[in-house]
């Protein structure tokens, strides 16, 4: 199981045919790329136990859902483009150093 694998520190799964759901993950990450996938349903992370996290792109799969609110204080990099998220864009907080969100082309409603 990939959330026992307590030194690593970067996943890296981009432009593959992976499908299923994003799984749960190593808390000791600092960056995760798992863009242009098959990957689906929705993200269910507890974004406060990722005090290291610092990039989580996910761009071009297939989740789905709303988001949880994103609060880690190490993100600087939040991209979810090209997927199928819905419900109102997600609350950020202690986010102090991010650089960029990304969450074009999905299906957001409501206000910011």
Known sequence: NIVNCTVLNTINIQENYLSGIL?????NLYQVYAADNL???PVMIE???YIQLF???I???YFTGPLTNVNTSSLKYFQI?????SGQVT????????????VAKNYFSGAL
């Open 23 to 27: 799984p749960q993950l190593p808390v």
């Open 39 to 41: 990957l689906s349903g």
């Open 47 to 49: 974004w406060g136990k």
């Open 55 to 57: 990039l989580f792109q």
């Open 59 to 61: 761009d071009g799969n």
């Open 81 to 85: 483009t090209e997927n199928f998220f």
């Open 91 to 102: 609350q950020f907080t202690n986010i102090s150093k991010i650089l960029q969100i990304a």
